[in-house]
């Protein structure tokens, strides 16, 4: 609470993830010695069952608290705020019947269950880091564990004289690709911990082509901002087959320039807020989606920042025709 949140974040995840691997060391010992070597196991009334409820309890304490840790760091304070006093998914605030959209055009649940803080809506977000970082996350801690097994079991053979060549071929390897997996996720972690998180609100939802919306942008984490851009983007996706392969292309047939922003610094607990407001073109197209081929707009964030790699995150939304802004209201 009072020292630097980078280091505090980044020893927080460390200490929970060294606490999770000694749970499972202790709890793969105590296991081995009760079930393949008996006489050596814990003897004493009910200490072994006793034991192996603390070795299990820190597997679970280790693995909840570095997870907590981990999504926290891409999850901003608005939002968190905001998911304790609505719930996790909350209500859309405007009810849609499908009869009554226009033909392809996507529900607007998706973009209407996350109220703002300050602006009616939150957007989702779209960008790869947080899915990767995930990713990376869940197989080296799967990794690692299965390798501090396999260690326990090559230990507890060495003690015993049998030295197993085979166990040992397979540790070496697997221990080296153990370490570079955790060094490329806590070198992804310390990487959103530096930009932190981004979010995007808007008073109303859907959009409608020749009206003007306010936006809200909030850019969290600790850094020098050298530039900063936010822009709306029209892209058209299509989907066909070319041979025996299916392929998808996507190409931007519009962009338009919202706001830019110069050199800004950015504290914890002080992030950078920008107010902006958004106009859709007259001869804009509505969102589509149908099997093949879909128009999607998204409101483009784009970052360049001092000693960080620079940045892109996307937030779709939806656009509905002038004539069906509506559908709720207005008869077919």
């Not at 980078?6 to 200490?15: I, K, N, P, R, T």
């Not at 932190?196 to 082509?209: A, N």
């Not at 970052?303 to 802004?325: I, K, T």
Request: net charge positive.
């Amino acid at each position: 609470m009072s020292g630097w949140w980078f280091v505090g974040s980044l020893g927080e995840a460390l200490f929970f993830a060294s606490f999770f691997l000694v749970g499972v060391m202790c709890f793969t010992t105590l296991v081995a010695w009760q079930f393949v070597s008996p006489t050596t196991g814990v003897r004493i009334g009910y200490g072994f069952w006793l034991l192996t409820t603390v070795t299990a309890s820190f597997i679970v304490m280790g693995a909840v608290g570095f997870w907590y840790r981990v999504l926290k760091v891409a999850t901003s304070d608005e939002h968190r705020e905001v998911i304790a006093k609505h719930g996790l998914v909350s209500r859309p605030n405007k009810p849609h019947n499908r009869n009554l959209l226009p033909p392809m055009v996507p529900l607007l649940t998706p973009f209407t269950d996350s109220p703002g803080a300050k602006l009616a809506f939150r957007l989702p977000g779209e960008w790869p880091g947080t899915g990767a970082l995930i990713s990376i996350g869940l197989f080296a801690m799967a990794w690692n564990a299965m390798m501090v097994v396999f260690s326990v079991f090559a230990v507890g053979g060495f003690l015993e004289g049998k030295v197993q060549i085979r166990l040992l071929m397979l540790l070496i390897p697997g221990i080296y690709v153990g370490l570079r997996a955790g060094q490329l996720f806590f070198r992804s972690y310390v990487q959103e911990i530096g930009i932190g998180s981004t979010t995007v609100e808007i008073e109303d939802l859907p959009l409608v082509p020749g009206k003007t919306y306010k936006l809200l942008l909030v850019q969290y984490g600790r850094l020098i901002i050298k530039k900063l851009s936010i822009r709306l983007v029209c892209e058209e996706e299509s989907t066909y087959h070319f041979g025996t392969d299916v392929r998808t292309e996507c190409e931007i047939v519009r962009s338009q320039n919202i706001l830019d922003q110069g050199r800004s610094r950015i504290d914890w607990g002080r992030p950078l807020e920008l107010e902006c407001q958004v106009t859709l073109p007259l001869d804009a197209m509505h969102s589509f989606q149908s099997l093949h081929n879909a128009i999607h707009w998204k409101i483009i964030v784009e970052g360049e920042a001092n000693r960080w790699p620079s940045y892109s995150r996307s937030f779709p939304v939806v656009v509905y025709p002038h004539a069906r802004s509506n559908p709720v209201s207005q008869p077919l």
